[in-house]
């Protein structure tokens, strides 16, 4: 795991300065705080700043390159099945140099260039250098696990691990991208390949770029298919099972140390016992919690985790305080204004994992793959109850829903709209309280929400598919790399750990897409197939509990210790010249939640995290 950065002048051809690529590499030290590198060849420059892993010596140093100097490489990842690939090659007579996996990816790129990426399981964004043809080739795992952004200029292509490095070398000062600021506005995140930054994108998961003397070439090089196979109950039990030790097995690889983030859920306890399971004992185990009550705190479910097998366990606990304090570098790290405010529980977690080991697997994924998410039952009853005539509905049915309010009111404007529209990803809000936020100009702007548009392309080609497989490709293409992994990378590598997500293993998604929506959400039993799969690992309080996920108590820090944080931030002068929103709506707002007339939470957090951006980055 490390910090990746490069430029390529292929317009003007103008040379790559040193302190460029340095600035670059220096924004990106905590990714990398074991070693680095850096090349430069005229107009092209290469950085890199290493979080050793693989053969911790010297050799493994990057950029690396190829015996004859043809190519060069820096990589950000990890290629787990590096070993069988080299195996491969070597039978062969293939010769190596290193027991890096870095090695592998140039000897197969050397061999077969792009058509290798189908060989590679792991999470990675990496970019090779060719002398011989001056292009610059540049790739993302498949599910986005590691990020990539670039942004073109008039000299050519600027490429990093992290925005920062990239605005290092940016010649003027940051500019937002106004017409994102919606799409964050309706789901706390900025989806596609698109960032609030502009002029910046993300190369896409599952995406390549090629560039060259031609200019910039994109391609798609994997893509999620769902296609429902006809399995019964016990094979998707079988081939679940056995696809998740496999995928366990193989991201246990590691020189240093490695641990578990445990918070007792289902997800995180599975990789527990089946790493137990492989004869791996002394377990380091992680969690972190609140002293907010139950609710906040899922240290008994991991503690009784911890000690069915043995773990050696270890509990942090953030006060308001803390978090409060963290929240600028919670901006300054994450680069894109993201609303999971998980991530400073991560943030911390991270910390104390980093004073016992380098490594450490989590359960991150397994919701999108298997379907634990509560809302896919509600929007999977809606499309059910659209089956009802719509003048039955609209005349007779939703008026009957809509005296009894509350959620019930909500569901039945949902209800109205098709799945595409209805559902653009697990955190959305509803959209009159969001435009009565903005001011005329801002509403002009917009025009109503911006999501169904640019989401909508993820549903393209799924119109004969299952509603909860519809979800789970938008889910898996938008909310999981544009959210979660974002959150998962930048919180982990904040701390210089390497987080490892077996659940995001290729093989294990694609099976995901295969199973027959039936046995995804069972009755209103999610993640039914996963839950069977582990009955015989763990016990049900465990299985079948209510979903926490290492929850944040914003709501009540907002009404006791971060209120005026809270009423100073968002009444600012400098909040409220940015003209996004009517101050009056904002001080309305936290008036509300302060007093305990409505639970503002959620929009709350979200503007403060975007005016914590703005101060970070844009100021």
Known sequence: MCGIAGIYNFRSGKPVAPSELRSMGGCLAHRGPDDEGYYEEGPLGLAHKRLTILDTSRRGRQPMFTEDGQLAITFNGEVYNFLELRADLEAQGHVFQTQTDTEVILRLFQLEGEAMLAKLNGMFAFAIWDRRSRSLFIARDRLGIKPLYYTLSPDGLVFASEVKALLAVSPGRPRVNVEMLDAYMSVGYVPTERTLFAGIEKLQPGWCLRADADGIHLRQYWDLRPETEE??????????LDLLRDSVRLQLRSDVPLGVFLSGGVDSSAVVALMHEMGIR????????YDFGP????????RQVAGKFHTDHHEVFVTPQEFRDFIPSLAWHMDEPVTESAAISLYFVSRLAREHVVVVLSGEGSDEVFGGYPIYKYMRELERYRYLPAPLRQRLVNPMLDRLGGKWKKYTELSNLPLPRRYTGVSFYETPLKESLYRPEMRSLFNGSAMPGLVGRYYEGTEDL??????????VKSWLPDDLLIKADKMTMATSVELRVPFLDHRVVELGGRIPPRFRVKGWETKHILKKALEAYLPKEILYRGKMGFPTPLARMFQGELKGYVEEVLGSDRFLDRGYFRPEAVRGLVAGHAAGERDHHRVLWQLLVLEEWHRAFID
């Not at 019964?232 to 679940?240: G, K, L, M, Q, Y």
């Not at 377990?283 to 919690?289: G, N, R, S």
């Not at 705190?297 to 991991?302: H, I, L, N, S």
């Open 466 to 475: 299952d509603p909860l497989l519809r979800m789970m490709v938008l889910d």
């Open 295 to 302: 609710e906040f705190d899922e240290t008994r479910w991991a």
């Open 231 to 240: 399995m019964d109950e016990a094979e998707c039990v079988r081939r679940s």
């Open 282 to 289: 002394d377990i380091k185990t992680f969690t972190v919690a």
